[in-house]
C-alpha cells in the first residue's frame, strides 16, 4: 500500500522560503510521476507542480518561477522548493503520485503571514 508523508510545513513570513518534503513508501518511487497539491482555507485542493519520472516539469502558472518541484528516487522522496511566499499560498500542501496510487496523506500546513 502507497504511503504519503508530507512534512516541512511552518509560519513564515511574506516574500520568506520553505521546503516541503514528500516521503514515499510502499511502491517503487523511480517509476512514478509525482504532484504537488495545495487546499486553501475553505477551498478545494488544487494542482501546483508535476514531475515525471524522468524529470520533466510542470507548474501551475500561479506557482511558476517561484516553487520548484525536485525528487531524490534513492530517498523515495520528491521536494517542493517554496519561494517569495504569499499569504494566499496558506493551506495545507499534500503530495501524491499521478494518477493517485494510494490515499492522501495528513499533509503539512503553511502559514505565511502578511
Known amino acids: 500500500q502507497v504511503q504519503l508523508v508530507e512534512s516541512g510545513g511552518g509560519l513564515v513570513q511574506a516574500g520568506g522560503s520553505l521546503r516541503l518534503s514528500c516521503a514515499v513508501s510502499g511502491t517503487i518511487f523511480s517509476t512514478l510521476d509525482m504532484g504537488w497539491y495545495h487546499q486553501a482555507p475553505g477551498k478545494q485542493r488544487e494542482f501546483l507542480a508535476r514531475i515525471s519520472s524522468s524529470g520533466f516539469r510542470l507548474y501551475d502558472a500561479s506557482v511558476k518561477g517561484r516553487f520548484t518541484i525536485s525528487r531524490d528516487n534513492a530517498l523515495s522522496t520528491v521536494y517542493l522548493q517554496m519561494n517569495s511566499l504569499k499569504p494566499e499560498d496558506t493551506g495545507v500542501y499534500y503530495c501524491?503520485?499521478?494518477?493517485?496510487?494510494?490515499?492522501w496523506g495528513q499533509g503539512t500546513q503553511v502559514t505565511v503571514s502578511s
Open positions: 501524491n503520485s499521478i494518477p493517485a496510487l494510494g490515499s
